[in-house]
């Protein structure tokens, strides 16, 4: 689909077992506005699963639905671009409590996770190899459940990993006026998590009130970059007493 805009409906209560159970679109470049999606259950995205393309998700609400992988978003390939949209109450049994997305470049706009939760990483937004732009995002009281057996799982509000095998397979993460607060995981990174080969800039964001094993804020590990300009950290707290703001493994800090 091209140049299409789907505005103005709710859907809900919706079953699938393989895909999203309430909106699936491939290779679109169309603009959804103006939608609810309620309480649908599905594999790949419990409400809403884009596979390639570059749609546009406008003034969208996404509460309480249900997956394995993005409980509320699931998107593949993709350059999805979200504004003025708010993912809250969604789970997934595996990563991405509110939002999942691999090999895409991703744009959120005034954007709100809030009380999302997933077993393993992720609770607001798990990114797998994708480029990420947030501008006025708000990460509040996402949540992972399960404690991991390896180093490499948590990230409360969001968690950001890059698979490539060769160096320069890095991965993008900008964030502008972002605020985690609230968010818990009982492994790494209360807020954030990055995980090999990030390189994040981060202006104006503000992480406060999270919690971790290690890292109550942020987690930087594995040749991971990060550059810190006007960023705040407050009350904060990580159960092994190791970093209660920022726990940096293998990785630069600026």
């Given amino acids: 689909s091209t140049g299409i805009a789907i505005d103005g409906f709710t859907i809900r209560d919706g079953f699938n077992n393989d895909f999203a159970s309430g909106l699936y679109a491939y290779n679109s470049q169309a603009t959804f506005s103006n939608l609810i999606l309620l309480n649908n259950t599905g594999n790949q995205g419990g409400a809403i699963n884009f596979t390639n393309g570059a749609p546009k998700l406008v003034k969208v609400t996404i509460t309480d639905n249900h997956a ?34 691999s090999r895409g470049s991703i744009k959120l706009n005034r954007v709100i996770f809030s009380e999302n939760e997933t077993a393993n990483s992720g609770g ?59 968010n818990n995981t009982v492994d790494d990174g209360g807020g954030l998590y990055s995980l090999r080969k990030i390189d994040n800039e981060m202006t104006n964001v503000t992480f406060t009130g999270n919690s971790a094993r290690r890292g109550g804020a942020f987690s930087n590990s594995l040749v991971s970059s990060t550059i810190l300009n006007n960023v705040t950290f407050a009350d904060n707290s990580d159960t092994t007493l190791v970093a209660g703001a920022i726990f940096n493994y293998e990785s630069t800090i600026l």
């Fill in 68 to 101: 394995t992988w993005g409980g509320g978003v699931y998107a593949m390939n993709s350059n999805l671009t979200m504004t003025d949209v708010k993912i809250d109450l969604n789970s997934s049994s595996l990563t991405g409590g509110g939002m999942f997305s």
């Fill in 124 to 182: 607001g937004y798990y990114a797998l190899d994708s480029n990420v732009e947030l501008t006025d995002v708000s990460f509040f009281n996402n949540t992972t459940s399960v404690y991991a057996t390896t180093l490499f799982d948590g990230g409360g509000g969001m968690y950001h990993y890059n698979s490539g095998s060769e160096m320069t397979d890095r991965n993008i993460a900008i964030f502008n006026n972002v605020l985690f607060s609230g």
